[in-house]
Structures are given as structure tokens and as C-alpha cells.
């Protein structure tokens, strides 16, 4: 069995030097591979993660919800549900957007600023700084 391995080029030396390394793995007749070529996974960063906590505690400030309440619907309004049964029983799942790449993320934030202003809850702008957003704000 082949162990999973990953590799990240940089350049076409690097790339000639991986293409090696593919040439010696040692696999049957039978044993298929999979190679998949994709832009390198970028987490979102800890202040992505802050800027949306914020914006969700003040969308809910404004609404009178509860930041988490907040969060959840709109990753729901953002990702969409999947719905399945166990038995008899229907659930709804929301994807965590804990799978979300740096890009994506972005557009999750994006995403919550359109959300409040189409329902006219105004909050602070926190990508304009500290002391800019909200009307009337700074």
C-alpha cells in the first residue's frame, strides 16, 4: 500500500524533483494512484476568524439575537443545508465553515455585510478600522 504523501512546488525545478519522487513509488499492476494538481490550502487567518465573530455579535445586538444564533443563520443563508434521515428522522446540516479556505472565508464575510444590509440592520464596517462604519460613526 502506497502512504499518502503531499507535495508542494514552487518552481519547475521543484516540480521536476517531485515528478522524481512519483517515478520511484513502488506500486502493483492493480494499485492505482490519484494525483490531484490544486492551488496550496490557505487557512483563513485568525483575524478572518475575528472580523466575523464581530460582525455576527453585532448583527445580533442590533436584532436581539445571540452571536451563535447569528452565525448559524447566516452560514446557512451562505452554504445552504443538507438535509438527511437517520431512521424515520429528518436533520439539516449546515457545512462548518471550519472547511473553508482563506478565499472562501472572504466571501463568507463579505457575504454576512450584504446579509445585514438587506435586512437594514446597520453595524460597523470593522474592514474600514476602529473608528469608521456604522453611520454616523467617525
Not at 13 to 30: M, S, Y
Not at 41 to 66: M, N, S
Not at 77 to 103: A, H, I, L, P, W
Request: proline residues 4%.
Amino acid at each position: 500500500m502506497i502512504q499518502e504523501r503531499r507535495f508542494w512546488v514552487d518552481s519547475y525545478p521543484h516540480l521536476r524533483r517531485v515528478a522524481e519522487e512519483l517515478g520511484k513509488l513502488a506500486f502493483g499492476t492493480g494499485d492505482v494512484i490519484e494525483i490531484v494538481v490544486r492551488p496550496a490550502w490557505r487557512d483563513k487567518t485568525p483575524d478572518q476568524r475575528k472580523l466575523f465573530h464581530a460582525i455576527c455579535t453585532d448583527i445580533g445586538l442590533e436584532v436581539g439575537l445571540t452571536p451563535g444564533q447569528v452565525k448559524a443563520a447566516i452560514k446557512e443563508d451562505f452554504y445552504g443545508t443538507d438535509e438527511f434521515f437517520v431512521g424515520n428522522r429528518k436533520y439539516r446540516g449546515v457545512q462548518s465553515s471550519e472547511e473553508s479556505d482563506r478565499e472562501e472565508y472572504s466571501r463568507l464575510i463579505d457575504f454576512a455585510y450584504q446579509w445585514a444590509a438587506e435586512r437594514e440592520v446597520l453595524i460597523r464596517d470593522w474592514r474600514r478600522g476602529p473608528t469608521k462604519g456604522k453611520e454616523g460613526d467617525g
